[in-house]
């Protein structure tokens, strides 16, 4: 499986980005997915995180209400939908699969990670 994440960019602080994540070769939709970011001198953090049917999610305190995570397996494709943002966002955003269906959130949990897209976001 190949995910390829793509959507970042630089956005003023209150804006909004919508990230997706497009998966190819052996895909299946039967699999859990997760959005993880990474800034400079930080540990790789959740931020958002769907079961196999994309009914249960996730989303840690500090993105609670801002961003949304969809998925259309039609499409192979995940998404984070990101708003108000602050230069606290400010990270490489990577997408991954999990080893289950079930949603989760231990990174260990993850075992095919996309290359990461970055946001910046201005003050």
């Known amino acids: 499986v190949q995910l390829q994440a793509f959507g970042g960019g630089l956005v003023q602080a209150g804006g909004c980005l919508r990230l997706?994540?497009?998966?190819?070769?052996?895909?299946?939709?039967?699999?859990?997915m997760g959005w993880f970011r990474q800034a400079p001198g930080k540990e790789r953090e959740l931020v958002a995180a769907?079961?196999?049917?994309?009914?249960?999610?996730y989303y840690p305190d500090s993105v609670t209400g801002r961003f949304t995570i969809s998925r259309d397996n039609a499409k192979n494709t995940v998404y984070l939908q990101m708003n108000s943002l602050t230069p606290e966002d400010t990270a490489v955003y990577y997408c991954a699969q999990a080893r289950t269906g079930f949603m989760s959130m231990a990174r260990y949990q993850y075992n095919f990670w996309g290359q990461g897209t970055q946001v910046t976001v201005s003050s």
């Open positions: 769907l079961d196999w049917s994309g009914s249960i999610t």
């Open positions: 997706s994540c497009a998966a190819s070769g052996r895909t299946d939709s039967r699999y859990a």
